[in-house]
């Protein structure tokens, strides 16, 4: 069903970085959305995005001081994803802005006044990839019952380069954390456990700069659901995103995709093509949904689904597995 | 690898109906080329895609006298295709055509003069599909040595409305086509024996108006290969489009694809999401490599890789099938 | 369901070959025969399988003198297959026979008279695969609704020896006419249409002692429905044994058994065991259940299901196949 | 490949109950053993079996004071294990001991002197499973490199009556526990921490007798390898039983197993049929496989592959998995 739209609302895109160089040209297309502005400390970042899409490149001042920029995506590094909402926000933007809000729980916190009733769109891609939207509305749809535990399988295909450590915010508040916010739509009701064991298995310099690469994280909510998170730096086979949800009824999973449905069968067995790559290709559809839905927030048609509160609670949740691997037990809300 | 252009040429789009409801949108999204036109004798159609794209509805002799207009694609009424693609390749034009060029066979060997070394386009859907491209690519890399046969599975998902029939060519010109190109393509062979035998199963309305709608068709090559079409009007699951290529070192299959890749497991067993319903899903992503590969053409980068030629052979070997069944007896070549 | 027997009647078997070594085990392991005989011109065949299940060497008039004897297996030379039922059956014993009954269309039709009430069971394992079992009972529930095609894969592992195809009957006789008869069983309808094509594409030797190894049948019935074969003598994947049965409500489907449930993910895509490598491994549990419904049959419990009658039409249909081949055309019934 | 025994060797079950009668049966059958007795307490459950298997029913003294008896399967009630085998063992008879040894991990201790070096087999089932037999040669021959984490999926079908649960030992001794043996198996390491979080989700009266019926464990070895196993006492959806082991070089996979490869395609999707529903038909292979080792330990060829060290640490784990629940701490080694 495509969304039909009367006029186009100008936005304007801060960050032309990895994360915006996928929002910025899904704006850009996008039949509701016009990309007005570029924002980028790098001026050939900016530069080279805007000329593609026919946008400008501009000052953060200069956007919000536009009135006709309905909506600011917010890509820009972490450190400054605050910053740069709070500002917006304040401009009476609705803002759309890449995961983490921010990597200190306690920034986040002070931030609750002003933007826990904002127009802010928390992208997180998970929720808005459509395998996923199915198997929810599965459960939601009693498919297999009451829901009772979650398996959930996010195995990155390959470790990042280490100068990402430092300021990745770790594993658990920059890869876990998607996972965290996942387990909280899907189990509907609150977390009041959380367990984390963690390894430095793939990269020992991931080790030696205090970080870890492999983690299994146990949750337990309120009425006794379960949830387990696998997570590792490098799968060695592709990006590997699975859910699987057990019920009193049965199980609903969500599967992998791969590149193409070819298979070959010889003598030493039947071989598919390989699960896609990573996060580019595994969540495409899943971000042109997110535009989609900030489109609508844009018009005016709906509240984010996913906002400032969910934020919060994943990195609070995240911030819960740190604590749990240092201290080696589990942490009770 | 997306294609990059140094400059946007601009075409026009003849047919604003079902067809042209694809190709024109892809055509005024495609980064190196500009909807300029919309020609159709519904005024309507034409003015409803022409606003929504930025275009104009014109004339198809406003179209040709235009020396800005690169290409042109021909989505008209299957008995309008010759003419205006004899039109447009006379005035200059790179031409992209939907399938078939015509249904009588000897008026397209009598277009041959004009267009078989002309810059033209057919659009058999199948030989751009990424995943029938990937089959074909594994066949080609020798994944399974040296080619012997094929089974190609064709079932529309429902049977078409009986209005459509009296000018659809009858089965074997209007949808066995596809998988005689397809055949024709993969077995990269002369053909030199068909034999189809075909019921009315379906719908007995279809009988009636002197057509089948469950067919089985054998080819044979002159080196001994062998080729199975199975095809039918109404699968009740879907749109089955499957090929499985057999070669003296194995087998290479093609699958079909589903909405999305959740399954549900309970005691009646284990259930995922019906396959894609129609070519629309289907086809999407070969829609799309068809524009990349035109575009290629009108930019004068390739000559198109699948054009007159291709369409009167399996013109012809769609006639072959018909007079098989009639005479129920193999045609030989 | 296990069968109980509340005695046990005594089998001898004839000929201790390649199907005898399956045959003569499963009737000495089964809890209501025993194995009292083995029959076989090559002594050392005989007493080996004697030995192992503590029956005893004997000669043909002395089993079928016994009175204790209640049940024959015929598993000799194709060439003696219709001597040996034809013995058995004189001597009042239900016999069971490996298919076929013999080559030679017109020996079949003129044992009619002895044969056509007798107590023969004609081997078909195909008949009695549970997979393939449980797939006719979805059909015959209406599963897919009203059944309308039929595609039957039968591709061997390897090539035979080359020795073995002057005795085989060829292609059609002695392989084909396991799906001649699966086809007959499911399509339920008297088959009035075939043609067959083939070619030799696996081994010139074949071709030079007059006999093909790849081929593809075109079966109608009465009412219009199709089926398909498709036949090669070396796959290069293992034992492929697949039926997909369309009907009007949609498809089901028996797919490949693998050796077991592992597959690895790698960079190179996601890899399964090997499907089974031949019938000893695939028809396993056929052969057992083939086994159970012999046992029935000496207890006097059933007739037998597929007999005399499956067994001379499945050759006439193959004598058929030979012909079209032969002729270039279809044979009509 | 087929086991060949010169000649076969007396053994004895104690306990023709629920899995008596599964390894009685498969020692009868086995062609290097005879059952020559059954011992139970309950007369008819004993002479059942020995009837249907030509077995005499004896007294546990007469079993043990017969010297041509090689081997004793204990398949007594739990509390019952101990004694069985410790007398066996006095006996100098092989033994073959259902798992678990005991549920007072002390008694099991106390055991040691008599048992660490007997001629003791555990039937821990899933370690003679065909396909995890696969899937661990897969690991050892590096198919996935160097073993970093796995998860362990065992899902029981529907929830055992209330009256089991009293005497069951609770959820890890009596069901985990086979998890946790596979987990030290497979990954090869002393296990260094456990964490375990439970809930009773399926059933109340479970709850009501101090029990739970689902739960996560985590387990973490020496080198930081992670292992997660999932239990649930009702999957509503069959048996489920699987393993991921994920290594520096990718994925290695044993799946469910269904009843059929039958599949069914509609409008409503692709239904394949139930996975296996029980033990019973999941591990038959397991089991017959478990008497194959068991013929080997008997006629000397080689000792047991799993028997008091495994049984011991098993149970240490399985208590570890009790008291991190009750504690709500990880137990550390």
Chains 1, 2, 3, 4 share one sequence.
Request: proline content about 5%; some cysteine.
């Amino acid at each position: 069903m495509e969304q039909t739209f009367q006029n186009v609302i100008d936005v304007a895109l801060i960050g032309a970085g990895r994360m915006g160089s996928i929002h910025g040209p899904n704006a850009a297309r996008h039949p509701g959305l016009k990309l007005k502005y570029v924002v980028d400390r790098h001026g050939e970042n900016a530069s080279r995005l805007a000329d593609a899409f026919d946008a400008e490149v501009a000052a953060l001042e200069q956007v919000l001081a536009d009135p006709s920029i309905g909506g600011v995506l917010v890509c820009s590094s972490t450190d400054q994803h605050l910053d740069h909402v709070l500002a917006a926000v304040a401009a009476g933007k609705a803002v759309f802005c890449e995961k983490p809000l921010d990597l200190d729980l306690e920034k986040v916190r002070a931030a609750g006044p002003a933007l826990r009733d904002a127009r802010l769109m928390l992208a997180f891609n998970r929720r808005f990839d459509p395998h996923f939207v199915a198997l929810k509305a599965r459960v939601d749809a009693g498919a297999v019952g009451r829901l009772e535990s979650l398996h959930l399988t996010n195995h990155d295909p390959a470790a990042p380069p280490p100068g990402f450590i430092p300021t990745s915010g770790g594993l658990f508040k920059d890869f876990t954390i998607h996972d965290l916010d996942l387990a909280r739509w899907l189990l509907d009701e609150p977390i009041v456990e959380v367990f984390a064991t963690a390894s430095c298995l793939v990269d020992p310099e991931i080790g030696r700069q205090g970080d870890v690469d492999t983690a299994r994280t146990l949750l337990k909510t309120a009425s006794g659901r379960l949830c387990v998170i696998s997570n590792t730096r490098r799968s060695g086979y592709g990006y590997d995103q699975r859910i699987e949800a057990f019920g009193s009824g049965g199980m609903v999973a969500a599967g992998n995709l791969a590149g193409d449905t070819v298979h070959v069968a010889t003598e030493a067995g039947l071989t598919g093509t390989p699960i896609l790559p990573g996060f580019l290709q595994r969540y495409a559809g899943a971000y042109r949904a997110e535009m989609d839905h900030f489109a609508e927030v844009v018009h005016g048609r709906c509240e984010p689904a996913v906002g400032y509160e969910a934020g919060l609670q994943a990195l609070a949740l995240a911030e819960a597995c740190d604590l749990s691997v240092r201290t080696g037990r589990p942490v009770r809300f």
